[in-house]
Nanobody, 124 residues
């Protein structure tokens, strides 16, 4: 069982930056792929980024590529999402998730554990 808690969300102006953190419980953090998703009202949860177990491999949605960076610290049991050059369309509730699958799962159904979500609002 893994519990995930996001932090670092809030309100930022367009062009600004935020860093989300996802603290995980448990002693096997380095055996989970970590992902970030987001949801806006009326839409399905959208894939944002994923990191492999070691963090050596990452993948991103086209909409955030070159602006967002996913990383992880397996000693601190924490995953991060650095978000730069934020746009109003990035406004959403952001969720971190953990998957027991190897590789870089980019589909929400492949994740086993989810955080409660955190609001990110980008003003124009």
């Amino acid at each position: 069982q893994v519990q995930l808690v996001e932090s670092g969300g809030g309100l930022v102006q367009a062009g600004g930056s935020l860093r989300l953190s996802c603290a995980a419980s448990g002693r096997t953090f380095d055996r989970y792929a970590m992902g970030w998703f987001r949801r806006t009202p009326g839409k399905d949860r959208e894939f944002v980024a994923a990191s492999s177990w070691s963090g050596s491999s990452t993948t991103y949605a086209d909409s955030v590529k070159d602006r967002f960076t996913i990383s992880r610290d397996n000693v601190k049991n924490t995953a991060y999402l650095q978000m730069n050059s934020l746009k109003p369309e990035d406004t959403a509730v952001y969720y971190c998730a953990a998957s027991t699958l190897p590789g870089l799962p980019a589909v929400s159904g492949l994740y086993d554990y989810w955080g409660q979500g955190i609001q990110v609002t980008v003003s124009s």
